[in-house]
């Protein structure tokens, strides 16, 4: 079946370490996406990227950085610079009818949940 | 810029209720409107949409109006159960024919109880 595959699950950094989280997505969607997710606040847009070898900041990208080689593969890096990781992380993707000018909407992974000791 | 308001929770509701769950846009254009729910843990699942005014979404007994009128999109089911308890997302998508970012709002934890 087609979707979004995060791993891992749980993932613990030790302060001023980088820590990569991986998104692969095998449902040829063209756009990838990454949100941070805190209690009470929503979901706030870190990275996306509309097409391979092009991504874009979103809202709180500071601290954040990200590659798309693959059309599969967007994994997120979190840097040491990012002075408050501790959140739900999740990965999204999604395509559209050009023809139709109709959004399919995404789907979103399961999620990472990331926490500094 | 575009923005979604959802009701704040926690919504508690007894089994078998009726269920609203209000949510308002502000946007240019003509966005498409999104219910997304989130079970403790996962990720977030698309419930239902609507790409047009007047069009409504409907899935698993939930249903949504597009109100252009009075931009709003609620959420409205039934007869809710204690399966249905989780957080529910209402989003926009500003632009029709890209791939465009959905904004989301904040969230409403539902709670079902026997």
């Known amino acids: 079946d087609g979707g979004i595959t995060q791993s891992p699950k749980y993932l613990f950094r030790k302060e001023g370490q980088n820590v990569t989280l991986s998104c692969e997505q095998n449902?040829?969607?063209?756009?990838m996406y990454w949100y941070r997710q805190d209690p009470g606040q929503g979901l706030r847009l870190i990275y996306y990227?509309?097409?391979?070898?092009?991504?874009q900041k979103g809202d709180i990208a500071e601290g954040y950085s990200v590659s798309r080689e693959k059309k599969e593969s967007f994994p997120l890096t979190v840097t040491s610079a990012q002075k408050n990781p501790t959140a739900f992380y999740l990965c999204a993707s999604s395509t559209y009818d050009r023809e139709k000018l109709s959004n399919y909407g995404y789907t979103f992974g399961s999620g990472t949940r990331l926490t500094v000791v | 810029g575009n923005s979604v308001t959802q009701m704040e929770g926690p919504v508690t509701l007894s089994e078998e209720a009726f269920l609203t769950i209000n949510c308002t846009y502000t946007a240019t254009g003509y966005p498409s409107l999104f219910w997304y729910v989130q079970y403790p843990g996962e990720g977030l699942q698309l419930l239902l949409k609507?790409?047009?005014?007047?069009d409504k979404g409907s899935n698993k007994g939930f249903e949504a109006t597009y109100r252009k009128e009075t931009t709003s999109f609620h959420l409205e089911k039934g007869s809710v159960q204690v399966s249905d308890s989780a957080v529910y997302f209402c989003?926009?998508?500003?632009?029709?024919?890209?791939?465009?970012?959905?904004?989301f709002g904040t969230g409403t934890r539902l709670q079902v109880t026997l």
């Open positions: 989003a926009l998508s500003p632009t029709p024919g890209t791939a465009s970012k959905l904004t």
């Open positions: 609507a790409t047009k005014a007047d």
């Open positions: 990227s509309q097409i391979v070898n092009d991504f």
């Open positions: 449902l040829n969607h063209d756009a």
